[in-house]
C-alpha cells in the first residue's frame, strides 16, 4: 500500500529565508508524486507534480521540488520565503494517470509559519 | 470556467442526525473523489465515484455514502452522526484517463457535529 510521511508537523522560517519541506514516500512502482498547499480555510491549490523526466520539477509560487528515487523523497523548496507562503502543505503519492483512477494518498502536512 | 463547487460551505447538525453535501466538479470531469479532513489527522480517502457508479472505497464504515448523478455531480451523505464525524469535508474531481493526474479541489463543506 501507498503511504506518505512529512515528518515535521511545525515549520516556522524568518521572512526571506530558504524553505525545505521533507516528505517520503512508500510506493511499488513508478509513483506519480505531487505537492498541494492549503490556505485556512480554502481547499487545496497544486503547487507542482512530477511524473517522470528531470527530477527537479518547478511550480507555481516559486516552489520547486526534487524527486530522489534512492531516498524515496520529494522534498519541496523555495530560496526565499514570503509572509503570504504561511500556509499548510501536503505531500501526496498516487498510481498514475492510467491505472485505477487519480486516486491520491496525503501526508498528514506540514504547517508553516513565516515570521516577519 | 468555474472550479469545483461545493455546498454547503458550513453545516451544523446533532448527533445521529444525517448530513448530506454536495459537489459539482469541474465541466467535462467525470470523476469525483471525496476526502474528509479531521484535525489533525490530514486527508482520508472517503470514495472515489466514476461514470455513476462507485470505483473505490476508503476505510470507513457504510454509514458514508454517497452517489454520482448523470450530470456528474455527486452527494455525500452520512448516516447516524458522530462527534468525531466533525471535520473539512472535501470534494475533487478529474477528468477521463489518461489525463493530467492531480486533483482538483472545492473548498470543502465544514460539517460541525453537537
Known amino acids: 500500500a501507498q503511504s506518505v510521511t512529512q515528518p515535521d508537523i511545525h515549520i516556522t522560517v524568518s521572512e526571506g529565508a530558504s524553505l525545505e519541506l521533507r516528505c517520503n514516500y512508500s510506493?511499488?512502482?513508478?509513483?506519480?508524486l505531487f505537492w498541494y498547499v492549503q490556505s485556512p480555510g480554502q481547499g487545496l491549490q497544486l503547487l507542482l507534480k512530477?511524473?517522470?523526466?528531470?527530477?527537479l520539477v518547478q511550480g507555481i509560487k516559486g516552489f520547486e521540488a526534487e524527486f530522489k528515487r534512492s531516498q524515496s523523497s520529494f522534498n519541496l523548496r523555495k530560496p526565499s520565503v514570503h509572509w503570504s507562503d504561511a500556509a499548510e502543505y501536503f505531500c501526496a503519492v498516487g498510481a498514475g494517470i492510467t491505472g485505477g483512477g487519480n486516486k491520491l494518498t496525503f501526508g498528514t502536512g506540514t504547517q508553516l509559519k513565516v515570521e516577519l | 470556467e468555474a472550479g469545483v463547487t461545493q455546498s454547503p460551505t458550513h453545516l451544523i447538525k446533532t448527533r445521529g442526525q444525517q448530513a448530506t453535501l454536495r459537489c459539482s466538479p469541474i465541466s467535462g470531469h467525470t470523476s469525483v473523489y471525496w476526502y474528509q479532513q479531521a484535525l489533525g489527522l490530514g486527508l482520508q480517502f472517503l470514495l472515489w465515484y466514476d461514470e455513476g457508479e462507485e470505483r473505490n472505497r476508503g476505510n470507513f464504515p457504510p454509514r458514508f455514502s454517497g452517489r454520482q448523478f448523470p450530470n456528474y455531480s455527486s452527494e455525500l451523505n452520512v448516516n447516524a452522526l458522530e462527534l468525531e464525524d466533525s471535520a473539512l469535508y472535501l470534494c475533487a474531481s478529474c477528468g477521463r484517463a489518461p489525463n493530467t493526474g492531480e486533483l482538483f479541489f472545492g473548498e470543502g463543506s465544514r460539517l460541525t457535529v453537537l
Open positions: 510506493y511499488g512502482a513508478t509513483p506519480y
Open positions: 512530477y511524473f517522470s523526466g528531470d527530477t
